[in-house]
């Protein structure tokens, strides 16, 4: 199955930007969404098909993808920021169809 | 609003069967997929299946093919996952999902999730 690869952690001191992986092969040809969940609260979609925002997402908030890499940025970092991000793509190559990174855990500074 | 609603907190026995629900609202329930992800305590986010309200035309992730039945009630615009035999690594958050548009889009509206503990 399709295997998404996230750092386990990214610090990050407030105002800075963090930049957050999610390695896959051939990653560049899929979609890639991406999730923010803050402790106790279920996850709430920031990035969706690599790039787009939904309605009521910060601009601080953007995608990438390229290659085996795609990447989440969070510009001017918040103290508000900090949370779980994953991302997850639609993989038609298996059966396993949607497919969740591990999982990165960003601390703010 | 766009919403879904899941029911509450479950507490059950190993060897228990269980059905928890999610309704919609605010939209047409039977023109989106609706999603299920499992999160065990402490981990990561899991894809189980989804299913098409409109027709329950239902795909399951391999991981969970044969453990749980998804369906849904178009009627009263709710879905459902249910276990026959809970087992204790059946512990864990259960969240489901509005998918956006086609199946492969994103998950835009998350339910608050649903409390299973399996325990002795």
């Known amino acids: 199955s399709y295997v998404l690869t996230q750092p386990p952690s990214v610090s990050v001191a407030p105002g800075q930007t963090a930049r957050i992986t999610c390695g896959g092969n051939?990653?560049?040809?899929?979609?890639v969404h991406w999730y923010q969940q803050k402790p106790g609260q279920a996850p709430v979609v920031v990035v969706y098909?690599?790039?787009d925002r939904p309605s009521g997402i910060p601009e601080r908030f953007s995608g990438s993808n390229s290659g085996n890499t795609a990447t989440l940025t969070i510009s001017r970092v918040e103290a508000g920021d900090e949370a779980d991000y994953y991302c997850?793509?639609?993989?038609?190559?298996?059966?396993?169809?949607?497919?969740f990174g591990t999982g990165t855990k960003v601390t703010v500074l | 609003e766009v919403q879904l609603v899941q029911s509450g907190t479950e507490v059950k026995k190993p060897g228990e069967s269980l059905k928890i629900s999610c309704q919609g609202s605010?939209?047409?329930?039977?023109?989106?997929?609706i999603g299920w992800v499992r999160q065990m305590p402490g981990k990561g986010l899991e894809w189980m299946g989804i299913?098409?309200?409109?027709?329950?035309?239902?795909r399951y992730s391999p991981s969970f093919q044969g453990q749980v039945t998804i369906s849904a009630d178009k009627s009263i615009s709710t879905a459902y996952l249910q276990w026959s035999s809970l087992k204790a690594s059946d512990t864990a958050m259960y969240y489901c999902?509005?998918?956006?548009?086609?199946?492969?889009?994103?998950?835009?509206?998350w339910g608050q999730g649903t409390m299973v503990t399996v325990s002795s």
């Open positions: 299913i098409y309200p409109h027709d329950s035309d239902t």
């Open positions: 605010g939209y047409s329930f039977t023109s989106y997929w």
């Open positions: 051939n990653i560049g040809s899929k979609s």
């Open positions: 997850q793509v639609w993989d038609t190559s298996s059966d396993h169809l949607y497919v």
């Open positions: 098909d690599d790039s």
């Open positions: 999902v509005r998918i956006m548009g086609a199946r492969g889009d994103a998950f835009d509206i």
